[in-house]
């Protein structure tokens, strides 16, 4: 009898965790995560809601609800948003010219988005695909990618930074995450102008404004 409970024990709490995990999956289904977004005021231009309830304004790193909508009202704003299970598929929403912008969540996912890529290190090897750049895997904030060219860019999720190029975080507490190819992070924090190559050769920026993970 004593190893009859113990067995039902045991199954009861493998049946919690597969319901647990089940119901993490379930709640991941039809999400989006914000990897990106620029806004000019901190009143709410840019927020999210659920039913009737009150707008909450969106941050970098937030989960979106799959039966949320999404509402931008500044022309200037924009956010970029990937599905919280498939960080190569990127959606952007722009401010409209006059008055705001509305989207649902579940028609967001139903458009086309933007494929991107990221570094892919197999068996302790750097990707060489991206050897001597650095991949935007997020942003607060408007930054400036300049090449060697002259040539210069709002940065957006995904993009590719070459080593002879240049980023300037315009305002102070704005950031950007950046992979190598290796896969490693670094988090870079404004404002600041800084040379990619010397967060490849990891050159500390400024004390406390680049960190690793």
């Known amino acids: 009898m004593k190893k009859f409970l113990e067995l039902m024990a045991v199954c009861s709490a493998l049946l919690m965790i597969s319901a647990a995990g089940l119901f993490a999956a379930e709640a991941k289904a039809g999400t989006l995560t914000c990897v990106g977004i620029y806004s000019e005021t901190s009143d709410g231009s840019i927020s999210y809601r659920v039913g009737g309830a009150s707008w909450i304004v969106v941050k970098v790193g937030d989960v979106i609800p799959a039966n949320a909508e999404i509402r931008i009202n500044v022309d200037r704003d924009w956010i970029e948003l990937t599905p919280s299970n498939n960080p190569n598929l990127v959606y952007e929403l722009t401010g409209p010219d006059s008055g705001e912008t509305i989207k649902k969540v579940a028609d967001i996912l139903k458009s086309k988005g933007k494929a991107v890529g990221f570094p892919k290190a197999t068996g302790g090897k750097a990707d060489p695909k991206y050897a001597n750049k650095l991949v935007v895997t ?3 904030g408007r930054q400036i990618y300049m090449t060697a ?7 957006k999720y995904g ?4 080593s002879k190029g240049k980023v300037s975080i315009i305002a102070i507490n704005n950031t950007i ?6 896969g490693k992070v670094t988090t870079v924090i ?5 040379d990619v190559e010397k967060v490849l050769t990891n050159q500390q920026l ?8």
């Open 190 to 194: 404004g404002p600041l102008k800084f």
């Open 206 to 213: 400024y004390k406390f404004l680049n960190v690793q993970k």
């Open 138 to 140: 997020q942003y607060l």
């Open 159 to 162: 993009d590719v930074l070459d």
């Open 149 to 155: 060219d002259g040539d210069s860019k709002d940065i």
């Open 177 to 182: 995450n950046l992979m190598n190819s290796s």
